[in-house]
């Protein structure tokens, strides 16, 4: 045994397994996270449940079966719920989602097995998804054009009129968004700057006669134009108007629904595999494409994935030029001696100070110094209103530069240590200058050590929520960084995080349970994305280390 011990063997073993059961944790995690985010997209079937009250009385719920547990007979009862003493000690108990918030003060409730007198899911009971109030569950009846019947659920071809009329809605709605967003967005930001524009000239003493009508010239060109444009807007929403679904809900009554704020109907009851795994993929593109709705418990994610990739791109232009610069100089240039070591210590104990404290330092730095000197000399005219003085996505990039700046530090020195300085003399003998030496032979032979870096410094950057709370991610961001209005990179704008998406559906959401969902399934999409950018880092790494491979032998 000790023979055993003294060969190694056992440490080997017990590192290998520390390894594996890490490994496995982490896989188990993962599957875990995604078998709970992607289940969300499934259809579900629809239930029609009649449930006995406290009162004797019994009612109808319709709606989706979320959860379910077992809890103590003791707790249903102290809940108000009287339920026989022979069910036994535990009892199940469903989460439903009923939608329809109109008519409901919560659109979650539990139903306790035993007050269910019956439970039916009807082929036509109908999901119908709304850009306001949530879901709208019920049996669609009905489909009226300006008030007259067009077609009733008993005709044949009441379904194909149902979804001839929901797909031009929802193309109505998407061009009636789009001109909003787009041209009348573009109009609002000229109007702005030309307001800029008014009052810089203004504070310069140039507002002549001749600026001022040229001013007044391009103000009333825009304003016609925007005229135009929103005319032709509440043409789209008249059109967008003109058909009515008429529901039945769960209390039995009719309910008008106007199609021109339905996004998608589905009859899950009656779906078939094939339709299921069809649907299942279109609510993953729409997860991942359209913007949040209703305080981020519905709708996509798209302009938290958007700015997470922006800010991550953007802090990997900053970060990687000035680490590189910063190890080659205390590699290659810098002496040994004791100024030297103390920065080198000072560099690796910056990696492990709280996030959180480079965002107070960013909110400070950054924001109100640098940004407010910034308002003051180049956008006069827009104070008091901030321009770079106000959190936004170029601080919070350079915040996480310098965050994550003594990683790619210490792995670019790294990997300037491990070139065989033969390579470096035998330059020098051929005649080159040491600067040559170090950028045409060094620093690309050190390219995938540089690059590990960055794969490291995007892994926490993308990850990180604390220090962007302070300098510039926030809840809804009503414009993308990127658009058609120049200079089109408009950093200045604050902007949303799937960290800070996940922090607010979790712990801020109004409605807890509608959005326990989302929570896993943000949580699966920034793991993929994270595994995206690293495997597009380690995919250039490879491609640099098999290209220098043979000048390091």
């Known amino acids: 045994m000790k023979q055993w011990f003294r060969t190694g063997k056992p440490w080997i073993w017990l590192t290998a397994g520390a390894v594996s059961v890490s ?12 078998w709970r985010g992607l289940s969300f997209f499934w259809p579900t079937a629809i239930h029609q449940m009649t449930i ?47 939608g329809n918030r109109e008519y409901v003060p919560l659109d979650f409730t539990w139903v306790v097995e035993p007050t269910i007198v019956e439970d039916k899911t009807p082929t036509d009971m109908a999901i119908i998804e709304r850009t306001k109030d949530g879901n709208f569950y019920g049996r669609i009846i009905a489909i009226e054009q300006q008030g007259e019947r067009i077609a009733g659920y008993e005709e044949a071809d009441f379904r194909e009129v149902l979804f001839d009329r929901v797909e031009r809605a929802v193309e109505l709605h998407d061009e009636g968004q789009a001109l909003q967003e787009d041209e009348i ?14 009052r810089r000239l203004k504070l310069e003493g140039q507002l002549t006669e001749q600026a001022l009508a040229r001013l007044e010239a391009e103000r009333e060109r825009l304003q016609a134009e925007y005229q135009t444009l929103e005319k032709a807007l509440f043409e789209i929403r008249d ?31 009656d779906m078939h ?76 104990n910056l990696a492990g100070v709280p996030s959180i404290v480079y965002g107070v330092f960013g909110l400070g730095f950054f924001v109100y110094m640098v940004g407010g000197s910034i308002d003051q000399v180049f956008y006069p005219e827009a104070l008091p209103n901030p321009t770079f003085g106000t959190p936004g996505v170029l601080w919070s990039a350079i915040t996480l530069a310098i965050l994550t700046l003594p990683v790619v530090i210490v792995s670019t020195e790294e990997g300037l240590a491990r070139i065989p300085s033969s390579l470096r003399e035998g330059s020098l003998a051929l005649g080159a200058t040491k600067w040559e030496t170090i950028w045409r032979i060094i620093v690309p032979m050190a390219s995938p050590a540089i690059m590990t870096g960055l794969i490291l410094a995007v892994a926490r950057a993308a990850g990180e929520v604390a220090p962007l709370m302070l300098v510039g991610v926030v809840k809804s961001a009503p414009m993308l960084p990127v658009d058609g209005n120049f200079p089109y990179f408009h950093l200045d704008r604050k902007f949303m995080h799937l960290g800070f998406h996940i922090y607010d559906v979790g712990f801020q959401s109004p409605n807890v349970e509608a959005s326990r969902p989302l929570v896993y399934a943000t949580s699966f999409l920034l793991i993929t994305v994270i595994v995206g950018l690293n495997l597009t ?14 000048l390091e032998q």
Do not use: C, W
């Open 23 to 34: 490994l496995v944790a982490v896989i188990g995690l993962v599957l875990m996270i995604g």
């Open 52 to 98: 006995e009250t406290a009162s004797g009385e019994t009612r109808t719920l319709i709606g989706e079966i979320y959860d379910s547990e077992e809890v103590p007979i003791d707790r249903v009862r102290q809940s108000g719920v009287e339920v026989d003493a022979s069910e036994g000690e535990l009892i199940t108990r469903y989460l439903m989602k009923i």
């Open 185 to 198: 967005g573009r109009i609002n930001y000229q109007l702005s700057e030309l307001g800029l524009e008014e």
């Open 239 to 269: 059109r967008a108007a003109r058909d009515t679904l008429i529901v039945e809900d769960f209390r039995g009554e009719a309910v008008a629904v106007p199609l021109y704020r339905v996004l998608d109907v589905n009859f899950p009851n």
């Open 273 to 348: 595999l094939v339709a299921k795994i069809g649907h299942f993929f279109q609510q993953i593109g729409k997860f991942v494409s359209e913007p949040p709705r209703e305080a981020n418990t519905e709708g996509g994610v798209f302009p938290a994935i958007f700015g997470t990739v922006f800010m991550v791109l953007l802090m990997s232009v900053i970060v990687t030029p000035f680490g590189v610069v910063a190890a080659v100089y205390l590699h290659e240039y810098a002496g040994k001696n004791p100024v030297t070591k103390l920065i080198r210590i000072a560099v690796i």
């Open 537 to 550: 880092a380690i995919g250039v790494r490879n491609h640099l280390r098999e290209k220098y491979r043979a």
